[in-house]
């Protein structure tokens, strides 16, 4: 009766010690994680703000038709999205510039040019290495949240946790265009485009498909971005012929201002013939 | 009794020189009006007519009314008719040149065009007027030239850059041409050249 009894004590120890690392396991492999990647362009172009004034630079004034940088504002981390990636997303982004006809050239920069909080110093270098006046900086802002559904139950037969998708995953995403005149230090437009990705993975593929969910969640985003910022671009055109107290335009580069003029000698020459000739005929 | 001969009032000249006033005078009307590629290019095709009515600083509007002004009013006074004419033509013809041919300019103002279109028409005109006037238009006709061969050789008193602008001469060259189109044009139509509605002769 004794060794029975301590038999099923020792069973009772062993399921409760079983359970207590199956636990642990679990916690590990499926517990509830939150991923979170962003850049700043407020970060990147005033990292010193809060001890330095921002210098206000005057109106802004626009070479037409200019010639416009693109690129993704700088992580201080890893980027969730590749070279590759970026490149792709932006040139999606700069086939919507080119289409305007103030805008004689976008180029794509890559990343490597863009020192973290680097700021109108890192802008200038850009600037002058490019030969741009304006530069359109892509900024992102990326939740992900992983949830786990009532068939991660199943998880607990080791089996389930390779074929049943019970995490439940979901990638929130912002992506924000801010077209920067770098002479002026101003701001011209912004345009933002968000995104909502859902999915459900097995514990063991989910870094793998959260990968894939934030391309995604990028790329849809992105697609959203482009008509907010059609529209910003057609607006800015707008405000640039109706508000010269906002912008002043000066034509150059592959265009100018014309003009018919006579010179002013020849013009009075001619009047004067024409006035005093028309009263020395009538006379005679 | 001594015959009066009353002259028209030239009210096309007035209004033409009126609104080259308002347009040099009010900001907001000269950036309605003036010549602007891309905006004609997101359907603002007015300003391909209208943009000889904007001069880009004073010193530019009063070289071209000193010349323009006197021979739209001859055109008003000895043939009333082909003031509209010739102005439409000339504008939409100078105008269209600069948008189909010289790409590269953005924007563009002056009655430069405007003016050499009536000069041309006002001297052709003349050749079949009184001896006197005959010489007046001839010597006309020969400075227009002289002009043009300064402007093809480079030659200029003023460097119109400091105001901002670059001169276009095709636009002078088209301006001339209508000139002398419509002056072909009322030749050959007529027969014989008409009878002025006022004197000169």
Redesign the interface.
């Given at each position: 009766m004794g060794s029975t009894h301590r038999s099923r004590l020792a069973a009772l120890a062993a399921l409760g010690f079983a359970a207590a690392v199956l636990t642990g396991c679990g916690a590990a492999l499926w517990g509830q994680s939150r991923q979170h990647t962003t850049t700043s362009v407020v970060d990147y172009l005033y990292p010193n703000a809060t001890t330095e004034p921002v210098a206000d630079q005057g109106i802004p004034v626009l070479s037409l038709p200019m010639r416009v940088g693109i690129a993704f504002v700088p992580e201080h981390n890893t980027s969730p999205l590749s070279e590759a990636k970026k490149t792709e997303l932006l040139e999606q982004v700069a086939a919507h510039f080119r289409k305007r006809d103030y805008v004689k050239s976008i180029e794509i920069i890559p990343s490597a040019y863009l020192t973290p909080r680097g700021g109108f110093a890192n802008l200038d270098q850009i600037r002058t290495m490019h030969g741009i006046e304006a530069i359109a900086l892509v900024s992102y802002d990326q939740k992900q949240f992983t949830d786990e559904g009532i068939a991660s139950l199943v998880y607990w037969t080791i089996v389930g946790a390779y074929v049943v998708p019970g995490e439940k995953n979901s990638t929130h995403t912002m992506v924000d265009t801010v077209i920067m005149h770098i002479p002026s230090r101003k701001m011209l437009f912004r345009a933002p485009g968000t995104s909502l990705v859902k999915g459900n993975s097995t514990p063991i593929a989910l870094s793998q498909e959260l990968r894939v969910d934030s391309e995604q969640g990028f790329t849809e985003a992105v697609a959203r971005m482009i008509p907010n910022l059609d529209q910003q671009l057609i607006a800015f055109e707008d405000r640039v012929k109706t508000s010269p107290q906002e912008y002043k335009v000066v034509r150059s580069g592959g265009g100018s201002s014309g003009g018919g003029a006579l010179d002013a000698g020849a013009a009075a020459v001619f009047g004067l013939l024409l006035a005093g000739g028309a009263w020395w005929s009538r006379r005679g | 009794m001594v015959a009066s001969r009353v002259i028209p009032m030239p009210w096309w000249t007035l209004g033409l020189l009126g609104i080259l006033l308002v347009a040099q005078g009010v900001?907001a009307v000269a950036?309605a009006l003036i010549y602007?590629?891309?905006?004609v290019?997101?359907g603002e095709a007015w300003r391909i007519v209208t943009g000889?009515l904007v001069?880009?600083s004073t010193?530019?509007l009063?070289?071209?009314?000193?010349?323009l002004?006197?021979?739209a009013w001859?055109v008003e006074t000895r043939h009333r008719g082909d003031v509209g004419v010739l102005l439409a033509t000339a504008a939409v013809a100078?105008g269209g040149t600069?948008f189909v041919a010289?790409?590269?300019?953005?924007?563009?103002?002056?009655?430069?065009?405007?003016?050499?279109a009536f000069?041309v028409y006002?001297g052709l005109c003349g050749l079949h007027?009184?001896?006197?006037?005959r010489?007046?238009?001839s010597?006309?006709l020969i400075?227009?030239m002289a002009?043009f061969f300064a402007e093809f050789a480079g030659w200029?008193?003023?460097d119109?850059q400091q105001?901002?602008?670059?001169?276009?001469v095709s636009?002078?060259v088209v301006?001339a041409a209508v000139g002398g189109a419509l002056y072909l044009w009322r030749i050959i139509g007529r027969g014989s050249f008409w009878r002025p509605a006022t004197?000169?002769?």
């Open positions: - | 900001p950036d602007d590629r891309i905006a290019t997101h000889h001069h880009y010193s530019h009063l070289a071209n009314v000193a010349a002004i006197p021979a001859l100078i600069l010289e790409p590269g300019i953005l924007q563009f103002g002056g009655a430069s065009g405007l003016a050499l000069l006002v007027g009184s001896p006197r006037w010489v007046v238009c010597v006309l400075g227009v002009k200029q008193w003023r119109w105001d901002g602008f670059v001169p276009v636009s002078h301006g004197g000169f002769r």
